[in-house]
């Protein structure tokens, strides 16, 4: 959160009323002209600063509402038809930690990742808390509904994303948002989520967690016309 939007205005707002109470004593004590001055610039600052703390709500408010973070970077290779080798990348847990990849075989038209989403309410979002996932697993489905019933399936679990902190102390917010929540309303779901791109050679997607849930982003041109074209089985 900028907590610069905040004690800025207050700093200046609290100026504010110190000149404008100051102001108004002189003004009472029979010094009219500098303390209608002192009065109208404590006033002014008063006002300055309830103008820049709403503007500073609105901006962190838009900020905060359209808060993203990467969650996995998936790189596709055809091996045959239908049958494609996908390479996903997980971000760094730590920022002295390293970045996590793992090869997966997939069949079928278009790859999918899903994951848990503990989804805050958008007040908890203003607040600073973001949207929590873990990563559930990665799998291929097939345009045709009658080769999802037949075809060869492909499920791989996935681990990854905001897991529970291993020392004991610390705040867990999975676990809180499913102890207290009939106490403190903050969250808003808990529930599965899911993103799908189509299954192309040379693709490459990123993957994000919104304060909504997951969404995925072709990144390359391979995987710009494979998502362009209507979501076409591959040959």
Do not use: C
């Amino acid at each position: 959160m900028v907590w610069w939007w905040w004690i800025i205005p207050a700093i200046v707002g609290v100026a504010g009323v110190i000149f404008l109470l100051s102001g108004l004593g002189a003004f009472f004590r029979g010094r009219f002209l500098s303390g209608g001055l002192g009065a109208i610039g404590g006033g002014g600052l008063a006002a300055a600063a309830v103008i820049a703390a709403l503007l500073g709500m609105n901006v962190q408010t838009y900020a905060r509402l359209t808060y993203e973070r990467p969650v996995a970077t998936i790189r596709v290779k055809q091996l045959g038809p239908q049958y494609f080798e996908t390479t996903v990348t997980q971000p760094a847990a730590s920022e002295t930690g390293e970045p996590v990849s793992a090869t997966y075989p997939l069949h079928g038209d278009e790859w999918r990742i899903e994951a848990q989403v503990l989804r805050w309410k958008p007040w908890a979002n203003v607040l600073g808390l973001d949207t929590q996932y873990r990563l559930d697993r990665l799998s291929g489905r097939y345009q045709s509904i009658q080769q999802e019933r037949e075809g060869i399936r492909s499920v791989h679990a996935l681990s990854g994303g905001d897991q529970p902190d291993a020392l004991s102390w610390r705040v867990n917010a999975w676990d809180m948002a499913r102890k207290y929540r009939r106490y403190v309303d903050a969250v808003d779901t808990l529930y599965g989520g899911g993103a799908y791109m189509p299954m192309a050679d040379g693709a490459e997607y990123e993957v994000w967690i919104t304060q909504s849930g997951l969404i995925a982003r072709p990144t390359n041109e391979a995987a710009r016309q494979a998502s362009s074209e209507g979501w076409t089985e591959v040959n």
